[in-house]
């Protein structure tokens, strides 16, 4: 009877893992259809790098990219270089390392979950985290920041197992490190998050300097000064620095978003907006409002989890595990008090937010055991309708034809013009135009700003709103009228249009 109970358990294990798999990778390359703004800087990046051994910039491996003028997290676009170097650059390539780590986190947060709380709760969370709408789009969207809850969960997993065995320590720091690469507001979180941990670690009596202790703070620390030495470049206490292995370089302008305690009031309600209601688009590639991150009617479980890991942190004096989960918790939630947040800037508190679903509906149905059947279909049929929704109505929503109506122009000698609803990098990206010569013709508009505006580069130009010259323009096909259009020769490719001048 043990064994066929195993056996069922497996085969519940594996049916959840491939179809979180098969549900992420699905039509990859193919849906979102057109490549997205953010995405397309960064494999641009990453083919200059592997091209050059510099960014857009000039600068030599640097650890963080100038990008837009006010930078770029660098890491994403190290790991798509290996893939565009043996497949070329398109829409698959770009998007394998988000994916890869995408898929490898399931498995690996089923595992973090049952060695907190038990099995039960553990495979509640991880069928949620494989049907959750965030984490299906943020799989196939090669946004840089969104690698950071991947490793997060990496690092965090290997520091629940160095509790028990020291040694893990040291490949904890190593993903830690990796995550501050990942996304800059992960430069408070982290230290946060660890000086927290281990302060509980000592208190708990779980925590004694040996040589794995002070292999990992090394690990760590080698990791983040590459990262201090560009704030205090970007800060103006030090010149840039260059080095065979890695430059430091200083950006354009510096975001003007940053911290700020004395937004904490708006970015609270900002946060609870955001949070609580789960419909914020937050720029492109984001879960779809109609669904939710992890679905609507999810957020009661979120509520009633996080009551029940709070009477347990006090009725135990925070002598359990589930304190590290609090952690977490209390950090993110600090965060989204000084950053204005949106799904995106906030990635760092989903995986814990589905947790506390898991516990939330664990509660619910050891007090009414006829309710699991109807909450199981009640996700299963949520997540087979956004599917059809996602890969079906939302997948239309994306205009086709720009890398086509790129190719045709870019085969031509004439000057291209672009029109100002379509951004740089994504001309960037099609055109795959040298990035030296890139980097010899690009011109700006708005220079210094932190968020520059490309007039031109090699034979583009961008910004264009009405025909001029003689050349190629590329515009969307709806911001010109059958009337706008008559005496020119037009080309048509899916949703925009060549007019040849």
Not at 9 to 20: S, V
Not at 116 to 135: G, M, N, Q, T, V
Not at 158 to 164: A, N, P, R, T
Not at 255 to 279: T, V
Request: charged share 15%; aromatic share 18%.
């Amino acid at each position: 009877m043990r064994k066929e109970k195993i056996q069922k358990k497996q085969i519940l294990f594996w049916c959840i893992l491939l179809a979180g798999i098969a549900i992420r990778i699905w039509r990859l390359g193919i849906v979102p259809g057109e490549v997205l703004t953010d995405e397309a800087f960064s494999s641009y990046e990453s083919y200059s790098l592997l091209t050059t051994g510099k960014d857009t910039f000039g600068y030599h491996n640097p650890v963080y990219l100038t990008a837009w003028g006010s930078g770029m997290n660098a890491l994403q676009s190290y790991l798509m270089m290996p893939w565009i170097s043996l497949f070329g650059m398109n829409l698959l390539t770009i998007r394998i390392p988000q994916v890869l780590i995408a898929c490898i986190s399931l498995p690996v947060f089923y595992k973090t979950v049952k060695k907190l709380f038990s099995e039960k709760i553990a495979f509640i969370a991880f069928f949620i985290l494989a049907i959750s709408p965030w984490h299906i789009m943020m799989a196939r969207w090669g946004l840089e920041s969104n690698l950071a809850p991947g490793f997060l969960l990496f690092g965090f997993y290997y520091f629940l197992k160095g509790c028990d065995n020291n040694k893990y320590f040291l490949i904890s720091a190593l993903f830690y490190g990796c995550s501050l690469y990942c996304y800059s507001t992960l430069w408070v979180y982290v230290p946060l998050v660890l000086i927290l941990s281990a302060v509980w670690m000592f208190w708990q009596g779980k925590l004694k300097i040996n040589r794995y202790i002070i292999g990992a703070v090394i690990i760590l620390a080698v990791m983040a000064v590459p990262l201090i030495l560009f704030v205090m470049v970007n800060m103006g206490w030090m010149e840039e620095i260059h080095t065979g292995l890695f430059s430091v370089p200083r950006l354009v302008a510096m975001r003007e978003d940053g911290y700020s305690l004395s937004h904490i009031p708006g970015n609270f309600l900002n946060f609870c907006k955001r949070f609580l209601l789960q419909n914020d688009w937050g720029g492109e590639g984001s879960p779809i409002k109609w669904f939710g991150q992890f679905y609507q009617f999810s957020m009661p479980f979120v509520l009633l989890g996080g009551a029940a890991l709070l009477r347990n942190f006090y009725q135990k004096k925070g002598k359990t595990p589930e304190t590290l989960v609090i952690i977490n918790l209390l950090v993110s939630f600090l965060l989204c008090l000084v950053v204005h947040v949106n799904i995106v800037r906030m990635n760092f508190l989903h995986l814990w937010t589905i947790i506390l679903i898991a516990v939330g509906i664990q509660k619910v149905c050891e007090k009414f055991r006829q309710w699991k059947i109807p909450i199981l279909a009640l996700y299963t049929v949520s997540f087979l309708i956004f599917s059809v929704y996602y890969f079906h109505v939302y997948a239309e929503t994306y205009p086709n034809g720009l890398e086509e109506a790129v190719h045709y122009a870019q085969a031509s000698e004439k000057a291209v013009y672009v029109g100002s609803e379509i951004s740089y990098p994504k001309i960037m990206y099609y055109s795959q135009v040298s990035p030296q010569e890139y980097q010899d013709t690009v011109t700006f508009s708005n220079y210094p700003n932190e968020f520059l505006a490309v007039s031109s580069f090699g034979k583009y130009h961008m910004y264009t709103d009405k025909i001029e010259a003689q050349g190629i323009y590329i515009f969307e096909k709806e911001t010109w009228t059958k009337e706008e259009l008559k005496g020119y020769q037009v080309k048509q490719f899916g949703d925009y249009i060549c007019i040849i001048t």
